[in-house]
Every structure is written in C-alpha cells, then in structure tokens.
C-alpha cells in the first residue's frame, strides 16, 4: 500500500532554514508527480495549502507565491524520496508538512502521511 514518510520539521528562529523530507513507497514513485502540502494551526485537513509540486522525472516544479523564491522542492527517484529546502523561514510558515501524490484526487480522499511539524518562533 502506498506509504508516505515525512521527516526534518523542527523549531527555528525566523530566518532560519530546514530541510524535510519524504520517503515514499507502495507505488511506481518514478512515474509520480509529488507535492508538498502545509496545515496552519486552526485550519482543517480540508484547508492544507499546496506549497510546492515536482514532475515525475524532478525538471518541472511549481510553487506557491507565499514561498517562491524561499522554498526549493527536489526528487531522487532512486531512493524514493521527494525534500523541500525552507530557506527565509516567517512565522507564517509555521505548520504541519505533508507530501502526497499528484493524482487528481480530492484532499480528503488522497494518502497522507503523519506530517512533520514546522514551527517558527520570531
């Protein structure tokens, strides 16, 4: 079954960096579109923001305007793992990361993992 394995969340200062993690398995992860999602504190599962999306073969990405040029999203397809670099990091990054597939399925039907917290104090 698919299994998504988030990793690397943490507490730090404004302007500091982090780098998460995700080992994925359970499905063809080289023919996969990945992509970050965050949940803000308050907000439902139904309300995570899409952050960052990576093509299957890792030279497509997209972000979202409140991260680009602060974020980074990559791939290794031989370790079924997809990262996101948080470089620049507010307060108002602060949330659970989760990382999924791109599918074309609804938020509450696609398989998440357990997240990893993020957490940035000013």
């Known amino acids: 079954q698919v299994q998504l394995v988030e990793s690397g969340g943490g507490l730090v200062h404004t302007g500091g960096s982090l780098r998460l993690s995700c080992e994925a398995s359970?499905?063809?992860?080289?023919?996969?579109?990945m992509s970050w999602y965050r949940q803000a504190p308050g907000k439902e599962p139904k309300e995570r923001e899409l952050?960052?999306?990576?093509?299957?073969?890792?030279?497509?990405?997209n972000y979202a305007n409140s991260v680009k040029g602060r974020f980074t999203i990559s791939r290794d397809n031989a370790k079924h793992m997809v990262y996101l670099q948080l470089n620049s990091l507010g307060p108002e990054d602060t949330a659970v990361y989760y990382c999924?597939?791109?599918?074309?399925?609804?938020?509450?039907?696609?398989?998440w993992g357990q997240g990893t917290q993020v957490t940035v104090s000013s």
């Open positions: 999924t597939r791109i599918d074309g399925l609804p938020l509450n039907s696609k398989t």
């Open positions: 952050v960052a999306s990576i093509s299957s073969g890792g030279t497509g990405t």
């Open positions: 359970g499905f063809t992860f080289r023919s996969t579109a």
